[in-house]
């Protein structure tokens, strides 16, 4: 059985408050190397006008500086919401062991919706993906950050 801490996701849930406070949309995301947290990163992709600033992929790239490695074997991902495709196949290169997701991403989730990235073929990194971990706590940031916007 998987053991799960709340804490790594309780702080990848504040980086998404705190996203929200500066206008990005509310996503935070944690890479844990057993009980140290290697990179805790939030979405920055209108901060830094680059569309590639997801909160996975900074703290990706943030842990794989801070390891001195170019992969994150053994690590976790704790990510407020399901990752894109974009994400997932940075994860998959990355090789982190695993992934705990918030809330799940009809739209532009690429794990347990869209194309299920890890499920193909020709993914040649499978990690283990535990969902739905603080998923109404998320669900309610977003409904209400993109609520805000449309208003």
């Given at each position: 059985m998987?053991?799960?801490?709340?804490?790594?996701?309780?702080?990848?849930?504040?980086?998404?408050?705190?996203?929200?406070?500066?206008?990005?949309?509310?996503?935070?995301?944690?890479v844990?190397?057993?009980?140290?947290?290697?990179?805790?990163?939030?979405?920055?992709?209108?901060?830094?006008?680059?569309?590639?600033?997801?909160?996975?992929?900074?703290?990706?790239?943030?842990a794989l500086?801070?390891?001195?490695?170019?992969?994150?074997?053994?690590?976790?991902?704790?990510?407020?919401?399901?990752?894109?495709?974009m994400?997932?196949?940075?994860?998959?290169?990355?090789?982190?062991?695993?992934?705990?997701?918030?809330a799940?991403?009809?739209?532009?989730?690429?794990?347990e919706?869209?194309?299920?990235?890890?499920?193909?073929p020709?993914?040649?990194?499978?990690?283990?993906?535990?969902?739905?971990?603080?998923?109404?706590r998320?669900?309610?940031l977003?409904?209400?950050?993109?609520r805000?916007?449309?208003?």
């Amino acid at each position: 059985m998987t053991e799960f801490s709340d804490k790594p996701m309780d702080l990848a849930l504040r980086l998404a408050e705190e996203a929200a406070a500066c206008g990005e949309a509310p996503i935070g995301a944690v890479v844990m190397e057993n009980d140290r947290v290697l990179a805790a990163e939030r979405n920055r992709m209108q901060a830094l006008g680059d569309p590639t600033a997801h909160a996975e992929m900074l703290a990706i790239r943030a842990a794989l500086a801070a390891r001195g490695t170019g992969r994150l074997d053994g690590c976790d991902l704790y990510v407020t919401l399901e990752p894109c495709a974009m994400c997932a196949g940075a994860i998959a290169h990355a090789r982190l062991r695993r992934v705990y997701f918030a809330a799940e991403d009809v739209k532009a989730g690429a794990v347990e919706n869209g194309i299920r990235l890890f499920d193909q073929p020709t993914c040649h990194h499978r990690p283990e993906v535990i969902g739905g971990l603080s998923a109404a706590r998320s669900e309610k940031l977003l409904v209400e950050f993109f609520r805000q916007l449309r208003d």
